[in-house]
């Protein structure tokens, strides 16, 4: 017999309720802080409650919202007073629970009853896969998620700093002298120069001069180039003096916050790859898949026997289709379900790109998606590919197998 435990989290406290496999509450809930003397009440209030009603098992269940569940968790899955009962502890996705809550009519929004619902979705059973808890790759999660944190840091402050450079070299914010603005060369630029006006100004052999030493003699052609930069400059828009102070100060101020943060993910980056040696990993062996993509993957998947087959695992991604039929009526445009884990979704999506750039059989499967499909070419392209490649993913986690080639799939080492 089981008792099916529901709690809400919140960064302030722990509301708990248990419901048996009747749908009767038999003890009191529970209200506790969140903090390491709640966990250890949450500890004890569920083994007395097993120990009252007789029950041998135990299924708890929260929400994913944020990191505050997580304290608690762990405490739970380690505690000793619990592991006669070996708990199982499953993590919803918020969107599960609430539309589990809109087939009871006319609840009302509170905690208490946040807690009742988590705790009857597990007594209704078939629960989705991939939503147990798996301690052992949170180290790993954590890494891979803040790296994901830094990365978009970085690209909302170079979105800024685009912004700001556009105000005082329009045409240089623009692309047209430099295919990489974030360049040695163009940030040299941007920093030593105090305006177009001045870049203008400048004689020919001192900017052919500049774009030597910054662009350390890669430009084939720097006559050429500092040419180009001249007129550029001529056709920049003019910014009134009183600002142009300022928005040198940002720039440069906005270069050296860009130039921190990837020295952080530099930083992070090493931290991956060292702790995902402790999981066997034939991922890296997919060309195009590197060290720190394998490992986000990796993070977010878990242990792949708790899916039961690709199709699961799919669906735990995001990457599976809803059907739309009535009758004789089938549309053919079917909206992508979106409601997996959006990080293992885009760690999935951006793999295929790479993959599908370096491997034959993707590349061949992207382009025939590509020219099937009637409208969103690309997208609709690499979303399938992705889909494949989910495929391969199980395979070779499942079986830890190394990566082989089509033609060589089958052929002994």
């Known amino acids: 017999m089981s008792l099916f435990v529901g709690i809400d ?41 097993c120990n009252k009603e007789n029950e041998d098992r135990l299924v708890i269940g929260l929400e994913a919202t944020s990191v505050y569940s997580w304290p608690l968790q762990m405490f739970l899955a380690e505690d000793h007073c619990l592991a006669p009962l070996q708990p199982q502890i499953y993590s919803f996705n918020p969107k599960v629970v609430a539309n589990f809550k809109k087939a009871y009519v006319d609840l009302p929004k509170n905690d208490w009853i946040d807690a009742w619902v988590i705790a009857e979705r597990l007594r209704f059973g078939r629960l989705p896969e991939g939503s147990q808890v798996d301690f052992r790759y949170l180290p790993l999660q954590r890494l891979t998620r803040f790296r994901c944190h830094l990365i978009e840091m970085i690209s909302r402050e170079k979105n800024y700093f685009l912004t700001n450079l556009f105000l005082k070299f329009s045409t240089l914010a623009q692309g047209t002298v430099f295919s990489n603005t974030f360049s040695a060369t163009s940030e040299s630029l941007t920093l030593e120069f105090f305006s177009p006006e001045e870049v203008a100004a400048r004689p020919l052999d001192e900017l052919i001069d500049f774009l030597m030493e910054k662009g350390r003699s890669h430009f084939e052609d720097p006559e050429s180039k500092a040419r180009e930069l001249k007129e550029a400059a001529r056709k920049a828009h003019r910014l009134r003096g009183s600002l142009l102070q300022p928005i040198n100060l940002i720039l440069a101020t906005s270069i050296e916050t860009i130039h921190a943060l990837e020295k952080q993910v530099k930083k992070i980056d090493k931290a991956i790859e060292a702790e995902i040696r402790h999981f066997p990993n034939t991922l890296i062996t997919i060309p195009g898949i590197g060290p720190v993509l394998s490992a986000g993957i990796i993070a977010e998947i878990g242990d792949i026997r708790r899916f039961p087959n690709e199709g699961a695992l799919a669906k735990f991604i995001g990457l599976t289709w809803r059907s739309h039929q009535s009758g004789d009526f089938t549309a053919d445009d079917t909206p992508l379900t979106r409601t997996g884990n959006t990080y293992l979704r885009s760690y999935i999506i951006q793999a295929a790109n790479l993959v599908r750039q370096k491997e034959p059989e993707y590349k061949a499967f992207y382009q025939r998606k590509f020219s099937e499909s009637k409208t969103h070419h690309h997208r609709r392209a690499l979303v399938l590919t992705a889909r494949k490649l989910v495929r391969m993913v199980d395979a070779l986690l499942r079986s830890n197998q190394i990566y082989m080639p089509h033609g060589n799939r089958g052929i002994a080492n």
């Open 9 to 49: 989290v919140s960064s302030n406290d722990f509301k708990v309720r248990i419901l048996d496999e009747r749908g009767n509450e038999p003890v009191k809930r529970l209200r506790v802080l969140n903090d390491q003397p709640g966990c250890e009440q949450v500890a004890r209030y569920l083994s007395e409650a």
